[in-house]
T-cell receptor, first 112, second 112 residues
Framework: ELKVEQNPLFLSMQEGKNYTIYCNYS?????LYWYRQDPGKSLESLFV?????AVKQEGRLMASLDTKARLSTLHITAAVHDLSATYFC????????????FGKGTLLTVNP | NAGVTQTPKFQVLKTGQSMTLQCAQD?????MSWYRQDPGMGLRLIHY???????DQGEVPNGYNVSRSTTEDFPLRLLSAAPSQTSVYFC???????????FGPGTRLTVL
């Protein structure tokens, strides 16, 4: 059974600081996704990582994937208040199906 | 394109009642999924479909039925609602394999 662990689950940071959210998973997979969710809203896709060593960047967010370590990171650079949200990673169990297992999410609060 | 639509947005049921949550997408996506989101639990996969006429169980399928008679629609049926099914339900679609999933706005269900 695929298990996905995110840490930290809660993150309070100051504007302008850097931080990293970690996503570990238990079985081999080379398809990993990051989503953002604002309170009371749906999920918005941030990044799709499909191979070992994949790195993608959008604004102040950068995601990477190490399939050998079964680890993805979401790095936040010079945080701003607008980044406050819950961030989820999700891992595909592989094969020809499309079954995502989600982490429990990281609630990020960026304080002025 | 409307993307992924879900109806209703809110629903209150009594224990034992049945109902169908509707999901439709207009992007001609092959893959469609239903998730439930509970506080502190992330999203958990209920059922998914890899194409019209093909469905399979996810992590928490008990108490739910699905069918996929067309590419566009993927309804979720609650057979006999229970308080444990109080949750926010999200439908998602994607194509091709490995691409990002697009999520609907969600249905907030309360079972009394």
């Amino acid at each position: 059974e695929l298990k996905v662990e995110q840490n930290p689950l809660f993150l309070s940071m100051q504007e302008g600081k850097n931080y990293t959210i970690y996503c570990n998973y238990s079985t081999t997979s080379d398809r990993l996704y990051w989503y953002r969710q604002d309170p009371g809203k749906s999920l918005e896709s941030l990044f799709v990582l499909l191979s070992n060593g994949a790195v993608k960047q959008e604004g102040r967010l950068m995601a990477s994937l190490d399939t050998k370590a079964r680890l993805s990171t979401l790095h936040i650079t010079a945080a701003v208040h607008d980044l406050s949200a819950t961030y989820f990673c999700a891992v595909d169990s592989g094969g020809s199906n499309y079954k995502l297992t989600f982490g429990k999410g990281t609630l990020l609060t960026v304080n002025p | 394109n409307a993307g992924v639509t879900q109806t209703p947005k809110f629903q209150v049921l009594k224990t034992g009642q049945s109902m169908t949550l509707q999901c439709a997408q207009d992007m001609n996506h092959e893959y469609m999924s239903w998730y439930r989101q509970d506080p502190g639990m992330g999203l958990r996969l209920i059922h998914y479909s890899v194409g019209a006429g093909i469905t399979d169980q996810g992590e928490v399928p008990n108490g739910y039925n699905v069918s996929r008679s067309t590419t566009e629609d993927f309804p979720l049926r609650l057979l006999s609602a229970a308080p444990s099914q109080t949750s926010v339900y999200f439908c998602a679609s994607s194509s091709p394999l490995g691409a990002e999933q697009f999520f609907g706005p969600g249905t907030r269900l309360t079972v009394l």
